[in-house]
């Protein structure tokens, strides 16, 4: 069952690469106190993902944390190498954190995940958003099949 507005989002650990190298965040590091805005990717690099929903998340950054978001997440059923190089390929700095959900854990916990076995993608998260004040849903906006509306960074700040 998926998560939905006033539920706390569940426990996971991602992964994400610093200058130190690879670091585990736990969803304590990344929502405790914290007004968080997290959008979830089908994967890095592909089409949608990388012309559009990165890039205006990386784009509306500032706008975002003007309006009280502390900080902008981005998480997706890939390792965390792939997110590393695709943050590189994206310019992406400390505008937006990078989570690896390599296995999905977190992905399936939300009750967010579908099967793009027949595309050879596996297990993958749907394309969504949400804005989670102290790890608490305070708005979720999930996408259709295939669709790119209501999970955008403006989308997103005519909510905040």
């Known amino acids: 069952m998926a998560i939905k507005v006033g539920d706390t ?3 996971a650990t991602f992964m ?3 200058a130190e190298g690879p670091a585990p965040v736990t969803t304590d590091d990344l ?17 949608t993902c990388s012309a559009k929903h990165l890039p205006g998340f990386k784009e509306k950054a500032a706008e975002l944390k003007a309006k009280g978001v502390d900080t ?7 390792d965390l190498f792939v997110m590393k190089a695709w943050g590189a390929d994206q310019g992406v700095t400390d505008e937006v954190l990078l989570l690896a ?8 916990a939300v009750g967010l995940e ?10 993958r998260s749907q394309r969504y958003s949400l804005i989670a004040k102290d790890g608490v849903v305070q708005t979720l906006n999930v996408e259709e099949g295939g669709e790119f509306k209501v999970s955008s960074a403006d989308y997103m700040l005519g909510q905040l």
């Open 9 to 11: 989002l569940p426990s």
């Open 16 to 18: 994400t690469s610093t």
């Open 31 to 47: 929502f405790k106190g914290k007004t968080v805005a997290l959008f979830a990717v089908p994967g890095a690099f592909t089409p």
């Open 72 to 78: 902008i997440a981005c998480v997706s059923v890939n």
């Open 101 to 108: 959900d390599g296995n999905g854990e977190f992905t399936r």
């Open 114 to 123: 579908f099967d793009g076995s027949k595309f050879g993608m596996g297990l």
